[in-house]
């Protein structure tokens, strides 16, 4: 056996799930945070049964934009490359679940819907990459380019409002969107699970994020995980190590397009609707401000950080307090510019630093003081 193999061997299966989890490029690597985390999970499946179903709707979308956020993590906070428009997979996989989901309203062909939506806003990423990573596109440009086919695509589906403009059954609607998104169905037959109401909506998108968490700290860790730090970190010196750098970012270039496309189709089966509003400025720089706020090298920072924003997003357009709906992206832009003049790394690091140094003091101070024996 290797020495991987032989110190494998020698530990526990739940040391052997935390060596998986956890490593230096992650938050958390202790048993309070695993003890806080279970209690957060406990907590937010337990969120529904003590409150309304308009806020257990509300909390389901913010899981939806989750994924959007961990998506750009992925591709700018650990690979160093910053896409303005993850949006563009987001909402590519939104119309594809609802085309597909119009057209075969069965259990199966739903199911399909699913699958097919996440493929496309797969290969879609998969294909942009290629062209920018392997034809030598630098980071900046990478940047320009993708927020242009957001735009590009919030442009085209804009002016889709004819009769003309369908895919079968379903209408495109232009700038009034497309209506009539079936309802999330996983399975085939008698055998599917279906996910129209909101509360087991509620609980698959909650399982989904908590895996996909858990499955980006294994991955963020791993050999290959390491090596998009690398180049995040020094490019240059990465590449004398023959490590092939177009290959590492468009691998997780497409990472992130699958992980903001399946956002897309839990956002479509939440609304039942999407509309060209997704491919926007506005829609596009979110994902933005919540990696930006929570901590671009932090998926829980992110996803916390969705939550939060998007929670008083969603109270300010309301008009909730003095407050009026106006207000909303002004009190969001102040929140971005205090984060990076103060807290530059973001919210989730900079608490974590902090509680770093706090533990530090209180170790010294007590290792500090003499002993009884000492003083006699």
Known sequence: MTGIDSRDSSMGPIARVRDRLEGPNTLG?????????????????????????YAVLTSTKYFALAFLAVSLTVVWGYCGVLSFGQVAFFGIAAYT??????????????????????????????????????????????????????????????????????????????FNGMPDIPDLVVGIGETSLELGDIIPLYYALLVALVVTYLALRVLVNSRFGMTMVAIREDEQRTATFGYDIAFVKLVAFTIGGALAAIGGVFYAAWGNYVDPTVFGVQFAALPVVWASVGGRESLLGTVGATLAIERLRTGLTEGVG???????????????????????????????????????????????????????
């Open 29 to 53: 690597n202790s048993t309070p945070f695993w003890a806080v985390f279970a209690v957060a999970v406990v907590a937010l499946a337990a969120y529904p049964q003590f409150v309304g179903l």
């Open 97 to 174: 679940f609802g085309i597909i989901g119009v057209n075969f309203s069965s259990a199966s062909g739903i199911t399909a819907a699913l699958v097919g939506a996440v493929a496309t806003g797969t290969l879609f990423a998969l294909v942009l990459g290629y062209f920018m990573f392997y034809g030598g596109v630098s980071d900046v440009y990478v940047t320009i380019i993708t927020l242009v086919v957001a735009l590009v695509l919030n442009t085209f589906m804009a002016q889709t409002a004819g009769s003309e403009w369908a895919v079968g059954e379903a209408q495109l609607g232009g």
């Open 322 to 376: 003095p407050l009026g709906p106006e207000w909303a992206f002004v009190i969001i832009g102040g929140l971005l510019l205090t984060v990076i003049l103060f807290m530059p790394a973001g919210v989730a690091p900079s608490l974590d630093r902090l509680g770093t140094r706090l533990l530090e003091r209180v170790g010294d101070r007590s290792s500090s003081r003499p002993t009884e024996e000492a003083v006699e």
